[in-house]
C-alpha cells in the first residue's frame, strides 16, 4: 500500500519534472549497479563527432556523481525547483518549459566545451534554480535551517554550500550564467523599449506537447449547444 501511495504522488508531479527526476535517478542507479560506467557518460566532443556517441550530449545531463550526500543534496534541488517552475510560470507551457531545457541545454554544452566540463546536470540544477529565484524575488528561502535570506540569494547559498562539498564552482557559475541569459532574453529584454521576444518555442513542440487551445471564434452547431434538442 505505501509503495501505491508513493507511485500515485509521484504521478502527480509534472510531465518534465517527472520524466528529468527519474532519468537522473536511473542512471545513478545504473552506475551504482555497474550496468553503466561515468566513462560511457561524459561529454566528449571527439567521442560525440567522430564516434558518433550522440548519447553523450543527453547523459552527461543525468549524472550527478556516486550515491551520496551530494548526489541527494542536487537531487533535491532538481526536484524541488523544476517543480515549482513547471507548476508556477510554465503552468499550462510544457512546451515552453521543454525549449528551455533544450535552450540551456545547447548554450551549456557549448560553453562547457570551452571550459572543459564533463558532466553538466549541476549546472542545469543552478540554471533551474536562477530562473525560479528572479522570478519569485520576493519569496523567503529557509536554506536548510541555517539561513533565511530572499529568493534571489538562494543560486549564491547554492554554489557556496556546493563549494563546501568540494564541487568546482565553475559548474555552478556556468548554470546561472546561461540561467541569467535565459531570463534576460524571456523577461527582461521583451519589456524594454523595442524589444521582442527572440525564444520562440517551435510549433512542433507546441503541438506535441500543449493542449490546443480553443478558438474563442468558434460557433457550435445547433445540436452541440446546451438544452433540448430542436427537431
Known amino acids: ?69 551530494s548526489f541527494f543534496f542536487n537531487m533535491l534541488f532538481v526536484f524541488r525547483y523544476c517543480r515549482m517552475l513547471e507548476e508556477g510560470s510554465f503552468r499550462g507551457r510544457t512546451a515552453d518549459f521543454v525549449f528551455m531545457f533544450l535552450f540551456g541545454g545547447i548554450l551549456m554544452t557549448l560553453l562547457g566545451f570551452l571550459g572543459s566540463l564533463f558532466f553538466l546536470g549541476q549546472a542545469l540544477t543552478a540554471m533551474l534554480v536562477y530562473v525560479w529565484s528572479r522570478r519569485s524575488p520576493q519569496m523567503r528561502v529557509n536554506f536548510f535551517g541555517l539561513l533565511t535570506f530572499q529568493a ?43 524589444g521582442k521576444r527572440l525564444l520562440l518555442t517551435p510549433s512542433f513542440l507546441k503541438l506535441l506537447l500543449d493542449a490546443p487551445e480553443e478558438d474563442t471564434n468558434y460557433l457550435p452547431l445547433p445540436e452541440e449547444q446546451p438544452g433540448p434538442l430542436q427537431q
Not at 540569494?153 to 550564467?177: E, H, K, R, T
Open 1 to 69: 500500500m505505501a509503495w501505491q501511495g508513493l507511485t500515485a504522488e509521484f504521478l502527480q508531479v509534472p510531465v518534465v519534472t517527472r520524466a528529468y527526476t527519474a532519468a537522473c535517478v536511473l542512471t545513478t542507479a545504473a552506475v551504482q549497479l555497474e550496468l553503466l560506467s561515468p566513462f560511457q557518460l561524459y561529454f566528449n566532443p571527439h567521442l560525440v563527432f567522430r564516434k558518433l556517441q550522440v548519447w553523450r550530449l543527453v547523459t552527461n545531463f543525468l549524472f550527478f556523481g556516486p550515491l551520496g550526500f
Open 152 to 194: 534571489p540569494f538562494l543560486p549564491w547559498a547554492l554554489m557556496g554550500f556546493s563549494m563546501l562539498l568540494g564541487n568546482s564552482i565553475l559548474v555552478d557559475l556556468l548554470g546561472i550564467a546561461v540561467g541569467h541569459i535565459y531570463y534576460f532574453l524571456e523577461d527582461v529584454f521583451p519589456n524594454q523599449p523595442g
